[in-house]
């Protein structure tokens, strides 16, 4: 009897693991999270080394934190403007802009030992202290991948966009790691001259990056003569407080090119967010990746090979708990996956310099790498919801400079803690942060979480009531 149920098992887990959407999914879908995966691979392989390699220079900790702040200051300037620009220039046109910065960057980061140079390449093309993403290109593929795809779809599509990218970053890692390892121990090379080797790699998948955005076809713009708000993926929910307006203002619809503006409903909610995630971003940023790194390899005297190893192994864990997050949306709702799955991850984290033993600092930071990534997936398909199609890009572009300017104060903060030995500091506030950020959202908007798309009678969150709501908590 069990031998017949074993193909609708697999089949309802394939399902429920959001496979079979995926692969029903536009082609552009899928090009947009194969470019998300050679992006992370080229970010994590970067991460693992770029303290290590500026501390090789004869950097010091302090200068290494500047870096790092300085090049999140200047991605914050290159995402508000490719951003801001992305629907009027063209999505495809601004990733492609993206993918040259990269590979230009790379090109500069293999030649030089120059500080200043370094710094200028980091902050203009791109390189990412964490191995995640700054820059414009997740917010234009999000809002890109929600205009793909129908509401039902949108949070597993995320869920496997993100696990995608996670896989990224993690092959990024182990190669890093083993490449430097060889380098080093059988050619003999030094640390700085098989470090360079990695940013030439990256160089070069920013062309292949570049390459892969040729593929996408027109379906990634914005269509300013489409009405989507009426389309029925675009279901009334409690995170889609905005109802179908039909009498819109063409000029609405922004068909001169030019900026969109935003609804007062949408500023407001994404007022609250950015408060939020701006909490969120600044724990991020006194512990990215390659500070992590530097803390292990300097506490625990971990080789590049082994770090490399660690991060692969956190990274691929970190990737399938996208799919976990998934599932848990379905139950739960958006919101309360979100909390419910960073929240763990946020105690590991001021954990992870509490021990003198190896072994338990990277338990804890693989426990850690169990959650961490989980609130990605909902966390996007949420703020899709709570503004209009046209308003998206925008949005999300406008909710990762606030991610990345507040993750610029971190790095330099860790930079002065390390010098003056007090590097666990750095993790504990980090992990404390994002226990506030996890409560702060859970108060906040768990009244916005979503519902059945399909009962459209229990509609309760409305644009007038979004208004109408704050003026009560700010009367005039």
Known sequence: MAVPESPKFFARSVKGLGLTTLYHSPRDVK????????????????????????ARLGFSDTRIGMFMSLTLIGNVFIALVLTL????????????????????????????????????????????????????FRAIEESTLAQLTSFEARSEVFAWYNLIGTLGQALGNITCGWVVHYLQDNQHWDSPRSYRVVFLAYAGLGVLKLLLTLFLSKRCELDWNEDDMSKPTESPTETSPLVPNR??????????????????????????????????SIASGLVPQSWISYFFS????????????????????????????????RHTGLVKAMVFTNLPSAIMLALVPVPNSPTLAIMFLVLRSCSNSMDNAPRSAFLAAVVLPQERTMAMGIVNVVKTSSQSIGPVITGALVEARLFWVAFVTAGSLKVLYDLGILAVFVNHDTRDPK??????????????????????
Request: hydrophobic share 45%; proline share 4%.
């Open 455 to 476: 009962d459209r009678d229990r509609e309760t969150s409305t644009d007038e009531q979004i208004v109408e709501d704050d003026e009560r908590i700010h009367p005039s």
């Open 247 to 280: 009498n819109r203002s063409p000029s609405t619809r922004n068909p001169e090119g030019h900026i969109p503006s935003m609804s007062r409903a949408s500023t407001i909610v994404l007022s609250k967010l950015c408060i939020l995630f701006s909490i969120d």
């Open 85 to 136: 620009m992305a629907d009027a220039a063209g999505r495809r046109n601004i990733l492609a802009v993206g993918a040259t910065l990269m590979t230009g960057s790379g090109v500069i980061f293999g030649l030089t030992s120059n500080y200043w140079l370094l710094l200028v390449a980091a902050m203009f093309g791109v390189i990412s202290p964490s191995g995640n993403e700054i820059g414009p």
């Open 298 to 329: 300097t506490k625990f005297q971990l080789s590049t090979s082994t770090l490399g190893i660690l991060f692969f192994v956190a990274s691929i864990i970190s990737a399938f708990s996208n799919l976990v997050a998934s599932v848990v949306s």
């Open 31 to 54: 090009f947009l999270c194969f470019q998300r995966f050679v992006r992370l691979v080229a970010n994590g392989a970067c991460s693992l080394i770029l303290a290590l390699y500026l």
